[in-house]
């Protein structure tokens, strides 16, 4: 059992960020009840497939919010619940009469979670949005990829799982400490925009510095640094490479068989880094994947090869380690992060409206 067990929460069926804060929750042992759109033949469709692994360890109850007596039912819901999970449109949940003036008038002490793209205010609100969107606004994508090419969108981790989902599972759990402590729930306004710009504080930080450019792909961590970049191996694989420290970068030098090399570019001026990058790319060039990971491994030369998806599964750290667990036929990532006295666990993907009957009972109905 999780450390969260004993945590009731109601999460309203939607795509990517929401969902993605209700399974943290779940894994951690909260009893989360999804609600599905009745008439829904396997949940969600398109390029999500039929099910999806962000559901996996709650259970489903099938209702039509059309209808008043299965309104009458969420509440009954949110009645004995601790943390509600929505991700409409602003408006969409008051047109329902289940915002939050509605719910919170018979629980004071319910934390409302808001997942949405651009905010409950603002110019953008009631727009429409996708992580793309979000995470260009904040300048995420502006700073992400090399120069004079194409900003290289991080797939959609950074700005629906990292800037929403991580920090609605962040804010439910803060508002719900709150509310234990003083009977007092409330709203909890989680914004993807607010959430990414957050995760890029660091940067801004570096900026006002003069330690960062406000150039894409021309500094520290942006693959402008020749020691903080990806290579290509003999084989076509890739190595990324990130000595940073002086002793790190040492270790990649006697790796590279480059250490004592006089003619190696001064990595400490960025005039010499297109030279230093060359040396890099020869280097790397002469050996397989394989052939270098035999060299790194183990070492503080910061060096890892890039595995696909499906390769990170059969790591032989990520392995013993359990990063990825088999659970139903499906190999998916474990719970993290793991706790010594409640670990959580990974349950199985529900059906849609599975559980509707035994819910309903336990709410003497």
Not at 172 to 191: K, M, N, S, Y
């Amino acid at each position: 059992m999780g450390p969260l067990e004993g945590v009731r929460v109601v999460e309203f069926a939607g795509l990517g960020p929401g969902p993605f804060c209700g399974m943290l929750l779940a894994d951690l042992g909260a009893d989360v009840v999804r609600i599905d759109r009745k008439g829904a033949r396997g949940g969600l469709v398109g390029s999500l497939g039929a099910t999806s692994l962000l559901d996996r360890g709650k259970r489903s109850i099938a209702l039509d919010l059309k209808d008043p007596a299965d309104v009458a039912v969420v509440r009954a819901l949110v009645r004995r619940s601790d943390v509600l999970l929505e991700g409409f449109r602003p408006g969409v949940m008051e047109r329902l009469e289940l915002g939050p003036d509605d719910l919170m008038a018979d629980s004071p002490g319910l934390v409302y979670g808001r997942m949405t793209g651009w905010g409950q205010t603002g110019p953008l609100a009631h727009s429409a949005g996708h992580d793309i969107g979000y995470i260009a606004l904040t300048g995420a994508l502006g700073a992400s990829g090399r120069p004079d090419e194409r900003p290289a969108p991080p797939l959609n981790l950074l700005g629906d799982f990292g800037g929403g989902g991580v920090f609605l599972a962040l804010g439910a759990l803060a508002a719900l400490l709150h509310a234990r402590t003083t009977g007092r729930g409330q709203v909890v306004d989680a914004a993807i925009v607010d959430g990414t710009a957050v995760l890029t504080t660091m940067i801004h930080g570096m900026l006002d510095a003069g330690a960062w450019t406000d150039r894409r792909g021309r500094n520290l961590l942006d693959t402008g640094a020749p020691f903080y970049d990806v290579y290509r191996c003999a084989d076509g694989h890739f190595l990324a490479v990130g000595a940073l420290e002086e002793q790190f970068y040492a270790a990649l030098l006697a790796g590279l068989e480059l250490a004592g090399d006089e003619t190696l570019p001064d990595r400490s001026d960025p005039r010499q880094w297109p030279v230093l990058r060359e040396r890099f790319t020869e280097a790397f060039a002469s050996r397989t994947r394989a052939q270098w990971w035999e060299v790194f491994e183990g070492t503080d030369a910061c060096v890892a090869p890039v595995w696909s998806l499906l390769e990170a599964t059969e790591d032989r750290h990520n392995t013993e380690r359990g990063v990825f667990v088999e659970v139903g036929g499906v190999v998916q990532p474990a719970v993290a992060p793991r706790f010594s006295a409640t670990p959580g666990a990974v349950g199985r993907v529900p059906a849609v409206g599975e559980h509707t009957d035994e819910i309903r009972a336990e709410l003497g109905l």
